[in-house]
């Protein structure tokens, strides 16, 4: 399986491998941060705190409760900096190569329906 191990605000999370339900989520809630404008840091700490809290939680029955604690405790106690840098391992683990093969499947099956 593909962990990691981050550090922030004091404490460690360990990030396990993403189900596709959790990768969309993730996905998601990165959609909202531009990244073009990271001058607004301020304006990006609760997306990113968001998508950790997602990304540490997983998919699990209670995992929405628990996000909603770890967000408040990062964007509380967490700085900027390790914020980017937990934002840049949760972007590195999404299975993007999986997802594509996911998606040109579903567009060869759509053009076979078609014909």
Excluded at 36 to 53: F, H, R, T, Y
Excluded at 91 to 102: K, Q, S
């Amino acid at each position: 399986m593909n962990h990691r191990i981050i550090r922030l605000a004091g404490r460690s999370y360990v990030i396990s491998g993403f189900t596709p339900s959790t990768a969309k989520r993730v996905i998601t809630t990165l959609r909202g941060l531009n990244v073009q404008e990271l001058k607004d840091i301020p304006d990006a700490v609760p997306v990113m705190a968001n998508a950790i809290s997602i990304a540490i939680t997983g998919s699990g029955i209670l995992s929405r409760f628990k996000a909603i604690f770890i967000r408040r405790q990062l964007i509380n106690h967490a700085k900027v900096e390790n914020l980017l840098e937990a934002t840049e391992t949760v972007i590195g683990m999404i299975p993007a190569d999986e997802f594509y093969t996911v998606s040109s499947i579903t567009n060869q099956f759509k053009k076979a329906i078609v014909k």
